[in-house]
């Protein structure tokens, strides 16, 4: 594990408040956020975020204030200069990432093609 000043992605106000509520319901004295990136979705990549307590020895950490986010070093690269952000919206509502490395994003925001380098 490595604590990074650069984490990958910016965590807006919004956000941080609904992860901070989340981690106080059903988090246990460790857990944190861990976020990231796995094959599959409707566009090649998927976003992946769930409360965890394990770190594993690839991974970034942060942390703003009460709130730990935790991604590993594969992820960050595709996440990198993203923005976590939170609607309150009756349809589509919930946590979404602005990922600036996503060449298209499904209609449900949940998975990403990355941009092509070279």
């Not at 690839?58 to 942390?63: G, R």
Request: hydrophobic share 35%.
């Amino acid at each position: 594990m490595q604590a990074s000043p650069d984490f990958p992605v910016q965590i807006m106000d919004e956000a941080k408040h609904q992860i901070e509520m989340l981690l106080e319901r059903k988090g246990g004295a460790e857990s944190f956020l861990r976020i990231g990136v796995k094959g599959g979705g409707c566009s090649g990549l998927e976003y992946v975020m769930r409360l965890d307590e394990k770190m594993r020895p690839y991974d970034l950490t942060w942390e703003d204030g009460p709130v730990r986010v935790v991604c590993d070093a594969k992820s960050a690269m595709y996440l990198k200069g993203s923005k976590l952000v939170w609607t309150g919206n009756l349809i589509g509502g919930g946590f979404s990432f602005d990922n600036p490395n996503a060449d298209r994003s499904c209609g449900c925001g949940t998975s990403f093609m990355p941009r092509k380098t070279g």
